[in-house]
């Protein structure tokens, strides 16, 4: 039996399924899976997972209607007031990774309160990917590689992939050892290309809304049964 994997990134999807098979507005899936959210957290504290990564909201997630994309920033907002006493107490570290100049002035500053409320704590890092764009953050990485190759400050076969790892949003975390997709689509979604490359990948039919935390143990052990070979032979 394998180890429990250290970090968990999860695509959260199926929210306005979820609201349409009963006949809701597609926001309240989003409100819905907010709850799925506190179930995964607490799950991941349970049973030992110290990174979790969630995908919130994609760069192409500002082409959906103005009244579902400003409900989002509301939920993110109301949801960063409400945990953030919680996540305090509870040892929990707020991280995002993504464009997060592209969002509300006030989902911002919230952020960056809570990440600095809860800067010293250790127990589990809480890491919201928000206007999220894999290959976008690759982009932004080969521009800072670039611009120090035309400075002279590194020289192009200084180019590793440790170096070009470290100018990634995620250079202070290891890479996921879980991803996790519900609502059964099979893909990616721009979600951490770079980081993925030798992830494990569990994807249930279960709508995020409907994810419990048997759910994601489930994940878990089905991580476990898996053997990680990274290209070499099993042993
Ligand atoms: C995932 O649920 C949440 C976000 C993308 C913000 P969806 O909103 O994509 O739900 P479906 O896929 O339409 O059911
Ligand atoms: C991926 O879900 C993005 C998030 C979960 C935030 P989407 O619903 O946006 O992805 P597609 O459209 O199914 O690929
Ligand atoms: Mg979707």
Redesign the pocket.
């Known amino acids: 039996m394998g180890d429990t994997p250290k970090h968990v990134a999860v695509?959260?999807?199926?929210?306005?399924?979820?609201?349409?098979s009963r006949g809701l507005p597609?926001l309240a899936?989003?409100e819905a899976?907010s709850k799925s959210i506190e179930r995964c957290v607490q799950a991941c504290i349970d049973t030992g997972v110290e990174y979790l990564t969630l995908?919130?909201?994609?760069s192409e997630?500002w082409k959906?209607p103005a009244l579902?994309v400003n409900g989002?920033m509301l939920l993110l907002e109301k949801f960063l007031n409400q945990k953030r006493d919680e996540m305090v107490r509870e040892g929990i570290r707020l991280h995002h990774i993504g464009r997060i100049d592209e969002l509300p002035t006030v989902c911002r500053r919230k952020l960056r309160e809570v990440m600095e409320a809860t800067a010293s704590n250790t127990r589990l890092h809480l890491v919201l990917a928000l206007s999220y764009s894999g290959r976008a953050e690759i982009v932004d990485a080969v521009k800072s590689l670039a611009a120090d190759a035309e400075s002279g400050a590194i020289q192009p076969d200084d180019i590793t992939p440790d170096l070009f790892a470290s100018r990634l949003n995620t250079s202070d975390m290891p890479d996921p050892d879980l991803l996790i997709r519900t609502?059964g689509?099979m893909r990616i979604s721009n979600f951490l290309l770079w980081q993925l490359s030798y992830t494990e990948i569990h994807v249930t039919k279960k709508?995020?809304p409907d994810f419990q935390k048997d759910d994601f143990l489930a994940a878990l052990e089905d991580y476990r049964s898996r053997s990680r070979r990274y290209g070499c032979v099993a042993g």
């Open positions: 695509i959260m999807d199926g929210n306005g399924r979820w609201a349409q597609r899936g989003h899976g995908y919130a909201f994609s997630n959906r579902e989002l609502s689509e709508l995020w």
